[in-house]
């Protein structure tokens, strides 16, 4: 099994520019998350899923949306990047607890 | 703001020792606890689940759960370097999310 697959890997940006992230689960887990992780600043969460059909915004949601497109899907979009969303952004699973991550995205905004 | 408190480190211990490593947290709700590690460059890695008072021991790793005190803490014994890496402490709030620490760095050292 995959687990948690998020692509792209890595990305560059210029300020002002979209993209979609996105991740797929193959655990059949209900919810799903989206967090930046930042030096220092540990892992914060932008958007989740508690199940199909509804997502909420987490700690960190201005400049960003979310679309839960089925069980498996999880995709998070930014309209229109800024520098300070320059980050390592990772997708989790869970079924209630404990979370399962993904490999992560490596984002640079110039 | 329910909030998970750890001690940045780093927290260097030689080779063989046991690494204690400590975490609190604000939100009395809070049932169910994690340790992650995670590696340099690398997606965060479950490694303890605890959920009620008392130790829970998995090969290396002990997790200790203290709920009257709001204490968890991880004991790695016989140290090694490749144990070198973040430790992240995380605990349930509300709506399925999980609340995290900002981690622990540890070097084990020869």
């Known amino acids: 099994n995959a687990g948690v697959t998020q692509t792209p890997k890595f990305q560059v940006l210029k300020t002002g520019q979209s993209m979609t992230l996105q991740c797929a689960q193959d655990m059949n887990h209900n919810s799903m998350y989206w967090y930046r992780q930042d030096p220092g600043m540990g892992l914060r969460l932008i958007y989740y899923?508690?199940?199909?059909?509804?997502?909420d915004k987490g700690e960190v949601p201005n400049g960003y949306n979310v679309s839960r497109l089925n069980k498996r899907e999880f995709s998070l979009r930014l309209e229109s990047a800024a520098p300070s969303q320059t980050s390592v952004y990772f997708c989790a699973s869970s079924m209630n607890q404990p979370q399962h991550f993904g490999d992560g995205t490596r984002l640079s905004i110039l | 703001q329910k909030e998970v408190e750890q001690n940045s480190g780093p927290l260097s211990v030689p080779e063989g020792a046991i690494a204690s490593l400590n975490c609190t947290y604000s939100d009395r709700g809070s049932q169910s606890f994690f340790w992650y590690r995670q590696y340099s460059g690398k997606s965060p890695e479950l490694i303890m689940s605890?959920?009620?008072?008392g130790d829970k021991e998995d090969g290396r790793f002990t997790a200790q759960l203290n709920k009257a005190s709001q204490y968890v803490s991880l004991l790695i014994r016989d140290s090694q370097p490749s144990d070198s890496a973040t430790y992240l402490c995380a605990a349930t709030g509300t709506a399925s999310k999980l609340t995290f620490g900002t981690g622990t760095r540890l070097q084990v050292t020869l």
């Open positions: 605890i959920y009620s008072n």
């Open positions: 899923s508690a199940s199909e059909g509804t997502t």
